[in-house]
T-cell receptor, first 113, second 112 residues
Framework: KAGVTQTPRYLIKTRGQQVTLSCSPISGHRSVSWYQQTPGQGLQFLFEYFSETQRNKGNFPGRFSGRQFSNSRSEMNVSTLELGDSALYLC????????????FGPGTRLTVT | GENVEQHPSTLSVQEGDSAVIKCTYSDSASNYFPWYKQELGKRPQLIIDIRSNVGEKKDQRIAVTLNKTAKHFSLHITETQPEDSAVYFCAASKGGYQKVTFGTGTKLQVIP
């Protein structure tokens, strides 16, 4: 099976702009989670989607949002970008059955200037 | 919410020696504990996991132990090799809704 893919891999944006990141899970996986990875804060949970529904959300401001489509692909959006949003954004998919293994995508490196 | 603490933050060992990384968690309802390895510039990769109904699990040179009473779990790597050099993350989850809380990571350096 193909692994988790994310697009774009790199992105440079200016403060105040908005950005949309995309994640395609492993075929058959219905759960997609998003994480922000920074050197100072490590891996922080953003939100998780299953069957187009957000089931859980981390402690991030409302500028961070997401959605999932019927084919399980997911997008996350960050509006009004701040310098502190510069990070590696990772998505992970799992089958959300009895096994909980998550498989990560390569990430999108977002730089806000 | 869940809090996962991980120690040490950096670890240097000689090739062939063992490495141990320890984590504690706060939520007694957590029942799934994965470990991820992240090499420089690459994605985190699941290397081993353990569930709360199991005390120990091994996979070749890697083993994980879990003490539910003390709420701590550890990763053991034996006969370390240079390719084991990476950042290792522990995590805890209550499963189901897939909210996974990660530790802050341990940078392991294996010196040839």
């Amino acid at each position: 099976k193909a692994g988790v893919t994310q697009t774009p891999r790199y992105l440079i944006k200016t403060r105040g702009q908005q950005v949309t990141l995309s994640c395609s899970p492993i075929s058959g996986h219905r759960s997609v989670s998003w994480y922000q990875q920074t050197p100072g804060q490590g891996l922080q949970f953003l939100f998780e989607y299953f069957s187009e529904t957000q089931r859980n959300k981390g402690n991030f401001p409302g500028r961070f949002s997401g959605r999932q489509f019927s084919n399980s692909r997911s997008e996350m959006n960050v509006s009004t970008l701040e310098l502190g949003d510069s990070a590696l954004y990772l998505c992970a998919s799992s089958s959300a059955g009895e096994t909980y293994e998550q498989y990560f995508g390569p990430g999108t490196r977002l730089t806000v200037t | 919410g869940e809090n996962v603490e991980q120690h040490p933050s950096t670890l240097s060992v000689q090739e062939g020696d063992s490495a141990v990384i320890k984590c504690t968690y706060s939520d007694s309802a957590s029942n799934y504990f994965p470990w991820y390895k992240q090499e420089l510039g690459k994605r985190p990769q699941l290397i081993i996991d353990i569930r709360s109904n199991v005390g120990e699990k091994k996979d070749q040179r890697i083993a994980v132990t879990l003490n539910k009473t003390a709420k701590h779990f550890s990763l053991h790597i034996t006969e370390t090799q240079p390719e084991d050099s990476a950042v290792y993350f522990c995590a805890a989850s209550k499963g189901g809704y897939q909210k996974v809380t990660f530790g802050t990571g341990t940078k392991l350096q294996v010196i040839p």
